[in-house]
């Protein structure tokens, strides 16, 4: 049935044999919830304010002096880039439902999420193996409830109870209506918060289940030095999840036009060089951006030399 705010509660627990048992719960569990509003951050008002403030940063050494972009879809790169080790992997279906659900899980207990495909199944196996996982958490429907080795692999039911298993913790709903709007609601979730994104449009099946157990809490990965990282609604939701889960603050540029939209050249103004990190396909090439940078920055500095020559000129 579709997941409902007044819902009763149940658990399938697949273990790593492919067993499944499952019993009824008559534990209730419900969320507060509120529609998702967009904010936004104070935007500078010049190219060196906007230049002076992203140089201005402390970053982590590992972070070397160059634009990256990350534009691949299931998510397993940004798993690599920002996750050595992790207990935990939380593996969704490739739908919007299930990215918002175990992206907001992901978020909440600093976990690292990849898209389910057949096309990734052996690359998310060695995944697996290479971060030591011990526990998989699948939403939605995924193609690895037979597993191998020491890490057991259980489903998410769909429920609020569920997610107080999983955490401890009660959350609060986020209701997002806009397609859209997803990439932007999981950006301004609150690493190690507990709140979860849900996606309207695409509502999840939901069952009843005995107690789950938890999705082990890591903590945040970017000792609060990571790049700045830059994304748009057209960016693969998975990648912000992943660097939000690091720990970073993903800010979405409302466009890639440099040139035109100030807002989005603030965010990046000054890295050209680096360390810059992008999501997507539609930053181009780590060079084409980079490229973008200088000409949007050389762009908006003639401007505004040039008015505020006019304005000396009007005095005088």
């Known amino acids: 049935m579709p997941r409902l705010n007044h819902r009763s509660v149940v658990a399938a627990v697949i273990a790593a044999s492919g067993l499944v ?16 509003e967009k904010t936004t951050s104070a935007i500078p008002t010049a190219i060196n304010q906007a230049r002076s403030e992203n140089l201005n940063r402390f970053v982590d050494d590992a972070y070397p002096n160059r634009v990256q972009v990350i534009a691949e879809d299931f998510g397993l790169e940004t798993v690599r880039e920002f996750f050595r080790q992790s207990r935990t992997l939380i593996v969704v279906e490739n739908r919007d439902g299930a990215i918002a659900r175990g992206a907001s899980i992901g978020i909440a ?10 096309s990734v199944h052996g690359e998310i196996r060695q995944l697996i193996e290479d971060l030591r996982v011990e526990r998989v958490l699948t939403v939605g429907k995924v193609g690895i409830a037979d597993s191998t080795g020491a890490f057991e692999v259980f489903n998410d039911p769909g ?10 913790h009660e959350f609060e709903q986020i209701e997002v209506s806009d397609p859209a709007n997803l990439v932007h609601a999981l950006s301004q979730l609150t690493p190690g918060g507990k709140q979860e994104v849900v996606a309207t449009w695409d509502p999840l099946e939901t069952r009843e289940h005995d107690p789950l157990p938890a999705v082990y809490a890591q903590s945040r990965r970017d000792k609060e030095m990571a790049p700045v990282m ?7 939701a998975i990648s912000v999840a992943n660097a939000t889960a690091f720990g970073a603050k993903v800010r979405v540029m409302p466009e890639t036009d440099l040139t035109s939209n100030f807002e989005s050249l603030a965010m990046v103004a000054g890295l050209a060089d680096g360390p810059l990190i992008a999501f997507g396909r539609q930053f181009g090439t780590s060079r084409e951006f980079s490229h973008k940078i200088r000409v ?14 006019k304005s000396k000129n009007t005095k005088s």
């Open 21 to 36: 048992v499952s019993s009824c719960s008559s534990v209730q569990q419900n969320f507060e919830s509120r529609p998702f």
């Open 109 to 118: 207990q600093y976990a690292p999420v990849v898209i389910y495909d057949r």
């Open 159 to 168: 429920t609020d109870q569920a997610l107080a298993d999983f955490s401890a």
């Open 230 to 236: 830059v994304a748009t609604n057209e960016s693969p």
């Open 296 to 309: 949007a920055e050389l762009s908006a500095q003639r401007a505004e030399n040039t008015t505020v020559s």
